[in-house]
């Protein structure tokens, strides 16, 4: 009944919220904004790459290095994606609220100067800890992680395993202990939303061997605004790599 009644839409995309795209097929409701779009996230990341070749000697700020096409759909951990999709949801709020545009617009440019920050803050601890290793146990936050310099050493089996709620392969589990007892990984990143006998025993091995454990969910905490959310998760890693 709320996808009937609904001037507008909102998405993720990508396949993380595909029931909404069946729901609005049958409502005949074809105003949506998705936050996700492989498809524009994909030329824009060869576009970044090609300018990268031909200005590698240049100094730039906010680097954006992702690769969308790997298909990980959690870009609200994406700073970069997210900044363009506050754009393009005001845009389509103001087309159906014009009394009120200016105040859409007033919004964006402040929601635009908080992301600018968070994006500061992301510069600033890539240029004390790039190259730091981390293991998670979903890839719900690796376009923030990445962004932040980390190297992700977790085995993509494991990751696709526990996304699709499989189980781990005695492999993979093996590989992610090795590097947990050896303490050859810095940081090891949770998703609290979803979990398991062996995530739980791979915390418990990571807490064993003095290894930072970060929770980073995929759900905005109730009362919280996205800037504090995000600006206290960036807090939490970087005093969990200190």
């Given amino acids: ?34 936050a996700y779009l492989p498809d524009e996230l994909a030329k824009e990341d060869q576009a970044a790459k090609e300018d ?13 290095d992702h690769d969308h096409a790997e298909g990980n759909e959690h870009v609200w951990y994406d700073f970069h994606v997210v900044e363009d999709f506050a754009s393009r949801l005001a845009g389509a709020l103001a087309a159906l609220d014009s ?62 395993a526990i996304e699709e709620e499989l189980d781990v392969s005695p492999k993979d589990l093996l590989e992610i202990q090795k590097l947990l007892k050896s303490k050859s990984v810095d940081v090891f990143v949770v998703n609290p939303q979803t979990g398991s006998v062996q995530i739980d025993g791979l915390v418990s091995l990571a807490k064993q061997n003095g290894i930072a454990v970060v929770e980073l969910s995929e759900l905005l905490p109730a009362g919280s605004r996205y800037y504090d959310w995000m600006d206290l998760n960036i807090a939490n890693l970087e005093a969990a790599l200190r």
């Fill in 1 to 34: 009944l709320a996808v009937n009644d609904a001037d507008l839409i909102v998405a993720n995309g990508g396949g993380y919220d595909s029931f909404i795209d069946t729901l609005a097929k049958s409502a005949g409701n074809e105003n949506i904004v998705y």
């Fill in 99 to 160: 009394e009120y545009s200016s105040d859409y617009s007033d919004n964006l440019i402040d929601f635009h100067g908080e992301i600018e920050i968070l994006e500061d803050r992301i510069a600033a601890v890539s240029g004390k800890y790039s190259g730091a290793t981390f293991v998670a146990s979903e890839p719900v936050a690796n376009f923030l992680l990445i962004e932040m310099g980390l190297e992700d050493l977790t085995p993509k089996s494991f990751s696709q």
């Fill in 52 to 64: 990268d070749g031909h200005d590698h000697d240049d100094d730039h700020d906010h680097d954006h």
